[in-house]
């Protein structure tokens, strides 16, 4: 009688604890079923950030119990602020709504930058699809070759959003090593700065590598740019003559300074969603983003556009994004010292 009486308190705790799982995944399908994902993109059309939001965008609903539809839109502005200000405080926080900013965000959080109005590690991570690395390129006619040269010679690059990594990068680099990069300010995304370059308004421009690839495949076939220096921790494969910014460093305190606001390529094309959503349903996200990444539809689609896939799951960029707050309070202060003082991002 007692090994009945265990073996009935055994079967009725399985039946508890299977439950609530089996309730959960039931509920989240149900919920998504004719529902409709708005994926907002803080950028503008062209560039890295809204190719690779708009490639995700085609496949995530795929594996999303229920199949809702993933729409994506663009809300530029502020180097991606506007869009993760309005997805944190004002959307939905039910899971129908997904993010994509700049993989700067927690470093700007940290340091207080004006117009912060989120809390980077209250975002609930999805999944990062790419590392995003930058680069600077500079026209064939200009006459800087080399990152030496930028040292020693002022050169003109178009800039977008004074907070966006394409101006902030750039920046860094005056204050850290010297160079005499002169950003021209209000291009409206890397679309309009590279047409720039290419009609002679400027001398050349940063942006992420992928975009590049994505929009100007010719540029590098045909050598029209000259690729000067990457932001990176190590050199990627596809540039290894390309020295990165890390390794332009003189003393230990730059490479610490340089390496603290390089982590955030780690961070690269990461999706987020909202502060509050329910487990079952980030859960479900998290499960989609990952299945998505393995699509060989979405290999193909990227591998044609010349673009990267090296997926990270939403988990580990929940912890990627929380180390930032880390930082030292001396490093810290070293890092805001170099770090563009823009007032708004």
């Given at each position: 009688?007692?090994?009945?009486?265990?073996?009935?308190?055994?079967?009725?705790?399985?039946?508890?604890?299977?439950?609530?799982?089996?309730?959960?995944?039931?509920?989240?399908?149900?919920?998504?079923?004719?529902?409709?994902?708005?994926?907002?993109?803080?950028?503008?059309?062209?560039?890295?950030?809204?190719?690779?939001?708009?490639?995700?965008?085609?496949?995530?609903?795929?594996?999303?119990?229920?199949?809702?539809?993933?729409?994506?839109?663009?809300?530029?502005?502020?180097?991606?602020?506007?869009?993760?200000?309005?997805?944190?405080?004002?959307?939905?926080?039910?899971?129908?709504?997904?993010?994509?900013?700049?993989?700067?965000?927690?470093?700007?959080?940290?340091?207080?930058?004006?117009?912060?109005?989120?809390?980077?590690?209250?975002?609930?991570?999805?999944?990062?699809?790419?590392?995003?690395?930058?680069?600077?390129?500079?026209?064939?006619?200009?006459?800087?070759?080399?990152?030496?040269?930028?040292?020693?010679?002022?050169?003109?690059?178009?800039?977008?959003?004074?907070?966006?990594?394409?101006?902030?990068?750039?920046?860094?680099?005056?204050?850290?090593i010297g160079t005499k990069f002169k950003l021209i300010m209000?291009?409206?995304?890397?679309?309009?700065?590279?047409?720039?370059?290419?009609?002679?308004?400027?001398?050349?421009?940063?942006?992420?590598?992928?975009?590049?690839?994505?929009?100007?495949?010719?540029?590098?076939?045909?050598?029209?740019?000259?690729?000067?220096?990457?932001?990176?921790?190590?050199?990627?494969?596809?540039?290894?003559?390309?020295?990165?910014?890390?390794?332009?460093?003189?003393?230990?305190?730059?490479?610490?300074?340089?390496?603290?606001?390089?982590?955030?390529?780690?961070?690269?094309?990461?999706?987020?969603?909202?502060?509050?959503?329910?487990?079952?349903?980030?859960?479900?996200?998290?499960?989609?983003?990952?299945?998505?990444?393995?699509?060989?539809?979405?290999?193909?689609?990227?591998?044609?556009?010349?673009?990267?896939?090296?997926?990270?799951?939403?988990?580990?960029?929940?912890?990627?994004?929380?180390?930032?707050?880390?930082?030292?309070?001396?490093?810290?202060?070293?890092?805001?010292?170099?770090?563009?003082?823009?007032?708004?991002?």
């Open positions: 009688m007692p090994f009945q009486a265990c073996g009935k308190l055994a079967l009725a705790a399985v039946v508890l604890a299977c439950a609530p799982v089996s309730a959960s995944a039931q509920s989240a399908s149900d919920f998504y079923k004719g529902k409709t994902i708005t994926l907002t993109i803080g950028y503008p059309p062209g560039g890295a950030n809204d190719v690779y939001g708009r490639l995700l965008a085609q496949y995530l609903g795929k594996y999303i119990p229920g199949h809702p539809s993933v729409v994506p839109q663009n809300m530029p502005g502020a180097g991606s602020f506007i869009a993760v200000n309005q997805i944190y405080n004002a959307a939905p926080k039910d899971g129908t709504a997904i993010g994509l900013g700049a993989p700067t965000l927690a470093l700007d959080e940290k340091l207080g930058t004006t117009g912060v109005r989120y809390k980077t590690a209250k975002l609930n991570w999805i999944g990062r699809i790419n590392p995003l690395i930058n680069i600077i390129m500079m026209w064939k006619t200009a006459p800087i070759k080399t990152i030496a040269d930028a040292q020693k010679t002022k050169s003109t690059l178009a800039g977008t959003g004074a907070g966006s990594t394409v101006s902030i990068y750039p920046t860094v680099l005056n204050h850290v209000g291009y409206r995304g890397s679309r309009d700065a590279m047409l720039a370059m290419e009609r002679g308004e400027v001398e050349g421009h940063s942006t992420a590598w992928a975009a590049v690839k994505a929009a100007k495949p010719q540029w590098i076939r045909n050598k029209d740019v000259n690729i000067i220096v990457q932001f990176a921790l190590k050199r990627d494969p596809e540039l290894p003559n390309v020295p990165t910014a890390i390794e332009l460093a003189r003393t230990k305190q730059q490479k610490q300074v340089l390496t603290a606001i390089l982590s955030a390529t780690r961070i690269g094309i990461s999706f987020f969603t909202t502060p509050g959503v329910p487990a079952d349903r980030l859960a479900v996200l998290r499960t989609a983003f990952d299945k998505a990444m393995k699509d060989p539809g979405l290999l193909a689609q990227a591998k044609k556009m010349r673009l990267g896939v090296r997926p990270m799951a939403g988990a580990d960029v929940q912890k990627l994004v929380a180390k930032v707050a880390d930082l030292s309070p001396a490093l810290l202060a070293q890092v805001r010292a170099v770090y563009p003082k823009t007032g708004s991002k």
